[in-house]
T-cell receptor
Framework: DAMVIQNPRYQVTQFGKPVTLSCSQT?????MYWYQQKSSQAPKLLFH???????NEADTPDNFQSRRPNTSFCFLDIRSPGLGDAAMYLC?????????????FGPGTRLTVL | DQQVKQNSPSLSVQEGRISILNCDYT??????FLWYKKYPAEGPTFLIS?????DKNEDGRFTVFLNKSAKHLSLHIVPSQPGDSAVYFC?????????????FGTGTRLTIIP
């Protein structure tokens, strides 16, 4: 089945220790998104890639970076995690961004910062 | 500033009855609305959508109603089934910007009581 896969499902890191979350997709979609969802809050878009074009949300902290080496994979790098970065990180894909198109979400990676 | 609000964090409904989930928005420019459903340990999945040119969209047991003057939409599930127990997210967008400006609500946890 075509799907969006996120690894790991649970990640524990220490305060200030860099961490990378990964997302892969078999849908061959052009667009990949990273969302941050804190407890009892709405998912918040951090950035997205349209093919290799990177689009950062204005209020996404510089601490968060992303890489998309090819169509199938996208990585979220948190350079110096703080306690406030503990959250669920959701990866999603869609065919386009220029119209409202269904997004396909992965199961998420829950990040704990000690 | 939460532009999409789901004021009921949780809702319990008897199996077979109607479930009504509500969503309010503040940005009158939003012109496309979606509902996503999320089971534990899974990513959100698309359920149903509606454009602002309509006031109702129906898909099987699911109907979304849009009241533009009140900036309010609702999702009706009838009859409710145990498998409908999940968290439901309302999302809104500006169709010209598509998925780039998709704004989610905080979600409502629906529990169907057998």
């Amino acid at each position: 089945d075509a799907m969006v896969i996120q690894n790991p499902r649970y990640q524990v890191t220490q305060f200030g220790k860099p961490v990378t979350l990964s997302c892969s997709q078999t849908l061959n979609h052009n667009v990949m998104y990273w969302y941050q969802q804190k407890s009892s809050q709405a998912p918040k878009l951090l950035f997205h890639y349209y093919d290799k074009d990177f689009n950062n949300e204005a209020d996404t902290p510089d601490n968060f970076q992303s890489r998309r080496p090819n169509t199938s994979f996208c990585f979220l790098d948190i350079r110096s995690p703080g306690l406030g970065d503990a959250a669920m990180y959701l990866c999603a894909t869609s065919r386009v961004t220029t119209s409202v198109d269904e997004q396909f979400f992965g199961p998420g990676t829950r990040l704990t910062v000690l | 500033d939460q532009q999409v609000k789901q004021n009921s964090p949780s809702l319990s409904v008897q199996e077979g009855r109607i479930s009504i989930l509500n969503c309010d928005y503040t940005n009158s420019m939003f012109d496309y609305f979606l509902w996503y459903k999320k089971y534990p340990a899974e990513g959100p999945t698309f359920l149903i959508s509606i454009s602002s040119i309509k006031d109702k969209n129906e898909d099987g047991r699911f109907t979304v109603f849009l009241n533009k003057s009140a900036k309010h939409l609702s999702l009706h599930i009838v009859p409710s089934q145990p498998g409908d127990s999940a968290v439901y997210f309302c999302a809104a967008s500006l169709s010209n910007f598509g998925n780039e400006k998709l704004t989610f609500g905080t979600g409502t946890r629906l529990t169907i009581i057998p």
